[in-house]
């Protein structure tokens, strides 16, 4: 019986990608360089900050320039987050009825923890999670399953009783290195053919798809 599902959060639980593309849009235009669409965002997104300004900047970058333009990414972001990133339709209700059941819920990104956490509280506030962690400097990103673990430990319960929910291969590949059942979202920024090639196990193509995931394992 599934006692806990760990989610992630970008592309999973929240629409982000336009206020991300908007914020490194900006830091681009201040360099006068090509700017991209939120649909070649949802390619470059998924592995933390630095990643994505790497991605974003032209092979040419050097190193110093690569440090000023995350800074510059981060504080357009910090002003941004919060313009257009909300839960998708179904998302809060699908969240509501797995808590109904008891069953422990938890969000794991990589992401930046500040704003993981903010996010959560403002966009996902009426549901009580047991634990919201982010990327944090000092630990390993996804798919390194480190944090997916430490929210198992939280949860107090065994890997064979959770379920990992996510939108890329990196969460798909997380869920494989803790052990654990996968689900892969087919409505986020990557789609239905990343998240098979992966190897997902099971795939919801709409929110309420999770309860029925669920009630099969």
Not at 138 to 155: F, H, R, V, W
Not at 177 to 200: D, P, T
Request: zero cysteines; hydrophobic letters at 35%.
């Amino acid at each position: 019986m599934i006692k806990g599902i760990i989610f992630d959060l970008d592309g999973t639980l929240l629409d982000t990608i336009s206020d991300i593309g908007d914020s490194v849009n900006q830091m681009l235009e201040d360099y006068g360089y090509p700017t991209f669409t939120y649909d070649e965002y949802k390619l470059k997104v998924g592995h933390g900050f630095k990643n994505l300004i790497e991605r974003s900047l032209p092979s040419s970058a050097d190193f110093d320039l690569k440090e000023e333009a995350l800074a510059k990414f981060i504080y357009y972001y910090h002003r941004n987050y919060t313009n257009s990133s909300y839960p998708y339709p179904g998302i809060i209700e699908t969240l509501h009825k797995l808590a109904d059941r008891n069953i422990k819920l938890a969000i794991n990104s990589n992401k930046a923890d500040e704003y993981t956490n903010n996010l959560a509280k403002i966009r996902l506030s009426e549901i009580d999670f047991v634990a919201v962690l982010g990327q944090i400097e000092g630990i390993p990103k996804k798919p390194d399953p480190t944090n997916a673990l430490k929210i198992i430990e939280t949860m107090q319960l065994d890997p064979s009783e959770v379920v990992y929910i996510g939108d890329s291969a990196t969460d798909i590949k997380t869920a494989k290195n803790a052990h654990l059942v996968s689900i892969g979202v087919a409505w986020g920024f990557r789609g239905e053919g990343e998240l098979k090639e992966a190897g997902a196990d099971h795939i919801a193509y709409r929110p309420s798809d999770i309860i029925d995931i669920i009630n099969t394992i």
